[in-house]
């Protein structure tokens, strides 16, 4: 199974110290899940800024920046993805939501995947976790129900992802296993169902306009 882990924080500057917290929840994940699965790691930092929002789906082809471009083929690529967030305002990254946002529904849909919040406080993004649940559902890349959440984040982590001195590495990894066991299982029944049957002949993404998908006329 190809799983995409997205680290969804464009943050480079502190605070927070570390700048970049995720990049050790990030890391830290690709190492579990790269014991069972084939990983890559998505970091928005690689991939171009552009000043106005425009979806690829939006625009010819010649038009799409060659790694957004790349990027669009190994979403689709893809069996099963790892979103990795912090909590704004009690609500997921605008830089993870931003770059979900840039690809059509269709290329993540009829897959599953697992959230993965984080946080330097208490809490460990968890009020981020429930409006991300809304949102990768309506992408069609369905979460697991086994949420991962890392508080503190920032002491139970190292600079690699590997868990700091005085942790426990074992029972770490015994939490994360929960969630990514739970995605390997989905990530293999979807495959196996989109190759049994076509997933998009009886609910066809819309091609030229949203209105392809309402209601019939009163």
Request: hydrophobic share 45%.
């Amino acid at each position: 199974m190809n799983v995409l882990v997205f680290l969804g924080s464009r943050r480079a500057s502190s605070p927070p110290n570390p700048p970049r917290l995720g990049e050790r929840v990030a890391r830290h994940l690709v190492g579990e899940a790269s014991t069972s699965l084939d990983v890559q790691l998505i970091d928005p930092l690689s991939l171009p800024i552009e000043p106005v929002f425009r979806p690829v789906f939006t625009r010819p082809a010649a038009e799409v920046p060659p790694a957004m471009a790349e990027l669009h083929a190994r979403i689709r690529a893809a069996d099963a993805y790892v979103m990795v967030s912090p909590e704004y305002n009690h609500s997921p990254s605008p830089a993870l939501t931003d770059l979900l946002n840039a690809f059509p529904s269709s290329a993540f849909a009829f897959k599953p995947s697992l959230i993965a919040t984080y946080s330097s406080g208490q809490w460990g993004g968890t009020r981020a976790a429930v409006g991300l649940r809304t949102f990768l559902s309506e992408l069609g890349c369905l979460p697991v129900s086994a949420m991962l959440h890392y508080p503190h984040a920032d002491r139970v982590f190292d600079a690699e992802g590997r868990p700091a001195a005085g942790e426990d590495a074992a029972r770490w990894s015994s939490y994360a296993a929960r969630g990514l066991s739970q995605l390997a299982w989905w990530a293999q029944a979807a495959a196996a169902q989109r190759e049994a049957v076509d997933p998009f002949a009886a609910s066809p993404p819309f091609r030229r306009r949203p209105t392809e998908r309402d209601a019939p006329a009163g």
